[in-house]
């Protein structure tokens, strides 16, 4: 093994491990990204030698992110599980750490309780916040009975209150021990025709206490590094005529669809296919706009001498993207895996010819770092506004004292225009739930949007 680097430690760093000592080990890192939320973690292991096995679990594209952070800077060997297929036998390591992705991990459960981990490290929490995928079911299987836990992301909330119940209960299960208390206290729950909906928000203020007073580390980038803003701008898009009577022709037919139908004598069913609807006219919204947006762009980099990072989301759009930039691009989506993507990252990071890098909201949205990007761009709405915030962060440059900028491309006159007004409404509560700021906003984007459109109709 190499001479191990020296890490640099800062106040901020060390608040926050004294904060997971205190909570003995069973703590939410909700550090903003690019704070060292991976330092923060590997030092606590390091400072509790007795704490071991320990393992990472992390979305794929992190895995070698934290094998050589761990050896580098605290020289701890790592373990990285790939496949599906464990090993029959039990193999014995001197060193303390696995690391595996969130895909795998049902499949090494009972090789990592065999191998008697004590101490996960659930890095991107998010990933288990439903409580019906393999993520979940596998991690609460995995933390069972166990001393420590500690669960990382900077934005754990990206939606509504109620994604948070699942990392609190397996964090402090005494605390939060049951979801139709937690629900009807800080869910704003509302009778449906099929049963209790729990999209809402209420008793925020207090939520975020309690999660502070009990569990959570939380501190923004601007209090610890400085205040180093988003300037966000909104930048509308025309679509073509043509384009644009096809777009219309698809929003009128469903509006007219789902004028017909009474909302209170909706089901599930229904609802799952008017959210396929709106999905449809997302998508067709962002098509049409595509040939604009590539002339947006071209003037971009025409008029700029840096690089830009572009967030898309289907396949379709991003192959557009890849065809007109081949050659001064790199692409990372869901089939670009492993390292891969760990190449492609450190491509649009140190080569001066690739100017553009384009990434799946899911795929590029957490871990990677592209701070060498002089803004980001994000071709399509997503529906949930912490997904987006972590796209953005993606291109923080810690050694940089300008702001972040951020454009919105959105097509002109369609559901991406009200999609983005609400999503910025949205952020609001996952502000004041992590923060504790007094910005409130209680709709859901589903039934916002939803009444948006039929306004319009």
Same mark, same amino acid.
Not at 200 to 216: F, I, Y
Not at 275 to 285: H, I, P, S
């Given at each position: 093994?190499?001479?191990?680097t020296?890490? @640099?430690?800062?106040?901020? =760093?060390?608040?926050a491990?004294r ?20 330092? #923060? ?7 509790? !030698? ?33 496949? @599906?297929?464990? !090993? ?15 895909? #795998? ?28 995928? =393999? ?6 299987k995995?933390?069972?009975? %166990?001393?420590?836990?500690?669960a ?8 509504r209150?109620?994604e ?18 937690? /629900? ?9 025709p ?10 925020l ?16 980038r ?8 988003? $300037?966000?701008?909104?930048? !509308?898009?025309?679509? $073509? ?8 022709? *698809?929003?009128?037919?469903f ?5 017909k ?9 229904k609802? *799952? @296919?008017?959210?396929?609807?709106m ?5 067709? /919204? /962002?098509?049409?706009?595509?040939p604009?947006? %590539? ?18 989301i ?6 557009l993207?890849?065809?007109k930039?081949?050659? =001064?691009?790199?692409?990372? $989506? ?5 390292k891969?993507?760990h ?10 010819k ?9 795929? /590029?949205?957490?871990? #990677? ?16 506004p912490?997904?987006?915030t972590?796209? @953005? ?33 949205? =952020?609001d509560? %996952? ?13 859901? #984007? ?12």
């Amino acid at each position: 093994m190499g001479k191990m680097t020296e890490p @640099e430690k800062r106040d901020y =760093q060390e608040k926050a491990i004294r904060k997971i000592e205190h909570f003995k080990g069973r703590a939410l890192l909700a550090y903003e990204m690019r704070m060292g939320k991976t330092f #923060i973690a590997l030092q606590w292991l390091k400072n509790n !030698p007795k704490i071991k096995p320990a393992v990472v679990v992390c979305p794929e594209i992190g895995k070698l992110h934290w094998e050589e952070k761990a050896l580098r800077y605290f020289g701890i060997r790592s373990v990285v599980l790939n496949g @599906e297929s464990p !090993p029959k036998r039990k193999f014995i390591h001197s060193d303390r750490l696995y690391i595996l992705n969130w895909e #795998i991990l049902q499949y090494w459960v009972e090789f990592l309780k065999e191998a008697q981990v004590i101490a996960p490290i659930l890095d991107e929490v998010h990933y288990i916040k439903e409580r019906r995928t =393999q993520c979940y079911k596998a991690t609460k299987k995995l933390v069972k009975g %166990l001393p420590y836990l500690l669960a990382l992301g900077g934005t754990p909330l990206k939606s509504r209150p109620a994604e948070l119940f699942n990392i609190l209960n397996l964090i402090r299960p005494d605390k939060y021990p049951s979801f139709m208390k937690y /629900a009807f206290r800080y869910c704003k729950p509302e009778h449906r025709p099929w049963g209790w909906e729990f999209k809402g928000a209420t008793n925020l203020d207090e939520l975020h206490n309690n999660m502070s007073a009990w569990c959570m580390v939380r501190m923004l980038r601007k209090d610890a590094m400085g205040d180093l803003p988003k $300037d966000r701008r909104v930048v !509308p898009i025309d679509i $073509d005529m043509s384009r644009r009577v096809e777009y219309e022709e *698809a929003e009128h037919n469903f509006i007219t669809w789902l004028t017909k139908r009474s909302v209170t004598r909706a089901n599930k069913a229904k609802k *799952a @296919e008017r959210l396929v609807q709106m999905g449809y006219l997302k998508r067709l /919204a /962002a098509l049409s706009k595509m040939p604009n947006t %590539l002339k947006w762009i071209d003037r971009w980099l025409a008029k700029k001498s840096g690089k830009l990072a572009i967030f898309a989301i289907h396949k379709e759009i991003i192959q557009l993207l890849h065809h007109k930039y081949k050659g =001064q691009c790199v692409v990372v $989506d869901g089939s670009v895996r492993g390292k891969k993507r760990h190449l492609a990252v450190k491509t649009f990071q140190t080569d001066k010819k690739c100017r553009v890098f384009i990434g799946n909201t899911k795929a /590029a949205g957490t871990v #990677i770092q592209l701070s060498k990007a002089k803004a980001a761009v994000i071709i399509e709405m997503d529906w949930t506004p912490g997904d987006l915030t972590q796209c @953005e962060d993606r291109i923080f440059d810690e050694n940089s004292n300008k702001s972040m900028r951020i454009y919105y491309l959105v097509a002109r006159d369609t559901i991406e225009h009200h999609l983005c007004e609400i999503l910025q409404s949205k =952020q609001d509560v %996952l502000s004041e739930t992590l923060d504790g700021s007094k910005k409130k906003n209680r709709l859901s #984007i589903f039934d916002e949007l939803q009444r948006k459109l039929l306004l319009k109709g």
